[in-house]
């Protein structure tokens, strides 16, 4: 059942005088200061931010096969809290999404949660292992219709597979979103290459295992006239070779993560594995270099990389530990710390890193819309003033992996619709 919503005294993209958005059937029926709301529920929205939901195309679900760590369930609740209207559910399962049974059963228990649109990403080679591809075209048939396809937490990184999943990709009107890290470049790697592994004694993970991965791909990509997405961009030299390939034509993509935003390598001095991730975090100037591209529009969006780990696989010595980190509750707020109280990206800016973009990337076509009426009412309603602490055990994530525990952040998401349904309303899920 649909309901009657008055959103009151909203202001879309933050800008101009606040009005009135008036929730119908599922759509925005009507957006003005002097809309008829009889029979409505009425919301008092004064002075929040509104923008179209928010498109993840990176989050690991973990369902099927770790659900100590994540379920479909908890990492939907996880993104409407987020301001999450849809999310692309990686890959890297046990077992693997690499055929249709899999994909199928993640899109259909993510509609029987029906928090966020749940689309499963099918791996591009058999069980993630590089070897040969998995049956894409099959996956894009099945109920789950999927577009977008990465073998992500492991490179493709054999050229010629690369190749032809770049071909069959765009048969199948998909992308491939690549893990760039060139693995005989990283062999025992644990800590961004540079003198602070050098002085933590960690074996270094260069800038170029992932530059080298991207400028191939670009070349790939160029020479396919397919489509490539980068994941996870984390230094500043693959900006610099995604700049020359956008400028030359190249039809290539590209994601940062609020963690590659805000954090850099110095975390690591603790050692706490709750900063190992995979790309590592980076030198403070990768970090920068990452605000200005994403700025700039070389990187296009901001994806979480949402990765929640058991406390077993988290809690123990550097080495050993999982990479990842929880990013869907904190996206939001990290983007403000980085990029709109530093005034790189206005609200219209966010719409675009956090929306408009990944939906266009993804090729969802009822996501990431204007904020107009005859528009499917899938929105975010952020409070652009308050701060909050964030306490991983108040996370709806089963784990509690954040590296932000104990830090206080701008903007808070209060309000988050899907199709007209309040899918997270002040801390809570559902209506
Ligand atoms: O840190 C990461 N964790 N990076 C990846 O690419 C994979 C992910 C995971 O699955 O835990």
Not at 135 to 156: Q, W
Not at 170 to 185: F, K, S
Not at 188 to 209: I, K, S
Not at 224 to 245: K, M, P, Q
Request: aromatic fraction near 4%.
């Amino acid at each position: 059942m649909t309901m009657t919503i008055l959103l009151r005294g909203i202001r879309p993209y933050g800008a101009g005088e606040p009005v009135d958005l008036l929730v119908r059937d599922g759509l925005i029926a009507a957006l003005g200061s002097d809309v008829d709301a009889d029979g409505a529920e009425v919301i008092d929205a004064g002075g929040l931010v509104a923008l179209p939901g928010f498109v993840d195309l990176h989050t690991h679900l973990r369902e099927p096969g770790r659900e100590d760590a994540e379920t479909i369930a908890t990492g939907s609740a996880a993104a409407a809290l987020g301001g999450y209207t849809a999310v692309f559910a990686m890959a890297n399962t046990d077992p693997v999404a690499d055929n249709a049974v899999v994909v199928e059963h993640v899109w259909r228990r993510g509609r029987e949660v029906g928090l966020v649109d749940v689309h499963p990403v099918g791996a591009v080679t058999v069980g993630l292992r590089g070897e040969r591809l998995a049956e894409l075209g099959s996956m894009a048939r099945s109920a789950a219709a999927v577009r977008m396809f990465s073998d992500d937490g492991h490179c493709v990184a054999d050229p010629l597979l690369m190749r032809r999943a770049l071909e069959y990709s765009t048969a199948l009107g998909a992308v491939i979103a690549q893990h760039a890290e060139e693995p005989r470049l990283t062999e025992g790697a644990q800590a961004h290459d540079g003198e602070l592994a050098a002085r933590l004694g960690l074996t270094g993970w260069p800038a170029v295992a992932e530059e080298a991965i991207v400028a191939r791909d670009c070349l790939l990509a160029r020479y396919t006239a397919a489509r490539l997405h980068v994941c996870h961009v984390s230094t500043a030299g693959t900006a610099e070779i995604l700049r020359w390939a956008k400028a030359s034509g190249v039809s290539v993509s590209a994601e940062v993560t609020p963690h590659h935003l805000l954090l850099d390598e110095e975390r690591l001095t603790t050692f706490d594995p709750v900063n190992k991730v995979n790309p590592p975090l980076r030198a403070l100037s990768d970090t920068k270099a990452l605000r200005a591209a994403l700025a700039e529009g070389v990187i296009d969006c901001v994806a979480t990389d949402h990765a929640p780990h058991a406390p077993q696989d988290k809690d123990c010595e550097w080495a050993a530990a999982r990479p990842g980190m929880l990013g869907l509750q904190t996206a939001l707020s990290v983007v403000v710390a980085t990029m709109v109280r530093p005034g790189l990206l206005d609200w219209r800016g966010v719409a675009r890193v956090l929306s408009e973009r990944p939906a266009e990337i993804a090729g969802l076509p009822d996501q990431g819309r204007p904020l107009e009426p005859g528009e499917p009412a899938t929105l975010t309603l952020v409070d652009p003033d308050a701060t909050w602490t964030v306490r991983g055990a108040a996370l709806a994530s089963i784990a509690g992996n954040t590296p932000y525990e104990g830090m206080t952040l701008p903007g808070r998401v209060v309000t988050t619709l899907l199709r007209g349904r309040i899918t997270a309303h002040d801390g809570k899920v559902g209506e």
